[in-house]
């Protein structure tokens, strides 16, 4: 079971941190990652990160802003985002893929996904 947690609205400009929480049946050593999906769009691929959070992948569009963490003592991963835009609203994703040690890019690798939490960024 994933839980994110973080989400809210905010001004342009401004910075939130999300957090990703793992159920103790989690498996710490998945490769997990963030994806966000906006009204009308399909779900898209923010960030991501290894099994022991030494290989990030972060998307081109967020690269300078974002950045994704894990703690592996709590079961927690993180998405940290400054510089927040208004296109960055969307509802975000966490999620787990148990079949490898390194983040992939597709949705459809990835079996276990949390509810997703709401980020809404004002102009």
């Known amino acids: 079971q994933l839980i994110e947690s973080g989400g809210g609205l905010v001004q342009a400009g401004n910075s939130l941190n999300l957090s990703c929480a793992a159920s103790?049946?989690?498996?710490?050593?998945?490769?997990m990652a963030w994806f966000r999906q906006g009204p009308g769009n399909e779900r898209k691929f923010v960030a991501g990160?290894?099994?022991?959070?030494?290989?990030?992948r972060v998307a081109e569009s967020v690269k300078d802003r974002f950045d994704i963490s894990r703690d592996r003592a709590k079961n927690t991963m993180y998405l940290q985002m400054n510089a927040l835009k208004p296109e960055d609203t969307a509802l975000y994703y966490c999620?787990?893929?148990?079949?490898?040690?390194?983040?992939?890019?597709?949705?459809?690798?990835?079996?276990?996904w949390g509810q997703g939490t709401q980020v809404t960024v004002s102009p």
């Open positions: 990160i290894a099994f022991n959070g030494l290989l990030k």
């Open positions: 103790e049946r989690a498996n710490y050593t998945d490769a």
């Open positions: 999620a787990a893929d148990p079949k490898r040690l390194y983040a992939s890019t597709d949705p459809q690798n990835y079996d276990h």
